[in-house]
């Protein structure tokens, strides 16, 4: 098996054991866009790095069965939960459930956990989910990146509404991008620095002739970028088209933590490699060389729930108030390397692992399930 994962980057299609297909009647290519020279906003906006203190984490309580498959519409329920009720020791949780799961989602999941009445396609909140951002007067806003279903590779009208319905719940402002993307395909440090996948961003799925140097602009206006890290990533594999959550993470400014695929038989097995090389070899905003630290994949799964699109990766973890929230995968010695490993770079940490099969087997983790909102 993979020794990364099988279907690199969460936030994607969970179709259980099925191949990812695309949408029956997908929509018409979108037209070529250019974005023009935005003017200066006039607020500076900035997105915190997700160890900054939470008010509250973001979750969508969903297994439909034309996703999912009736058999893992239970074992996906009871793993959401499981993350849910983990993170909710150490901060809030705000779960959005469709009004069919709500009784579910109210068995399962523990009082610390709100439920809020809201239709939803998917569970990946990460990617259909508002990016906040705040100000230097501490103001807060809520970024919208237009999700379209990963390129139109999944129904969406539900999960299209979740940033907005988002922004509403917190009562902030809701800044509409020209850019189409996901919160999974970019990592930042808090402090100006960012790691995006050209695979992913640049796809002509969602933005059809748009160049680095436009992206690049647009994220600096709104997320408060000033130095952005190019991973190639790989596209057409899975479901994002190689989200950068499941292939490198700050740990903090100056520290990233990377997966590395060894099985020869991966398709990621060059592109980790790759991306290594580029880490090593990158600055961050503060011209400063990265220190770069390697986390590798379990050998094995457990195989009741494996699939063709199984994600078995370690970088896929949750930073919350006071923990990181991690996958172990039942072997021990991987598993009780990556918690050595979060434990070193998270020192102030608790360090949680839970076992996350069934959304795994969906091609996400814990990470792609979130979606943090800043104090």
Known sequence: MSGILSACGGGGGGNGPQPLVPVPAPAPAPSPIALQPSPQPTETWRMPDESAPHRAVWMAFAARESVWTAPMRQPVQQALARIANAISVYEPVKMLVGAEDFATARQLCGSNVELIQHEIDDLWMRDTGCVFVRNMRGERAAVSFNFNGWGNKQPHTRDATVAARMAELTGVPLLRSRLVMEGGGIEVDGEGTAIITESCVLNANRNPGLGWEACEAELKRLLGLRKIIWLPGIAGRDITDGHTDFYARFASPGIVVAGLDEDPGSYDRAVTRRHLEVLKQATDARGQRLRVEVLRGP????????????????INFYVCNGAVIAPQ???????????????ELFPRREVVQLDIDAIAAGGGGIHCTTQQQPV
């Open 329 to 343: 995968f039942g072997d021990s010695r991987a598993d009780g390397n990556a918690r050595s490993l979060l434990q």
């Open 299 to 314: 050998d094995s799964v457990r195989r009741k729930l494996e699939t063709p699109e199984f994600a078995a990766g370690y």
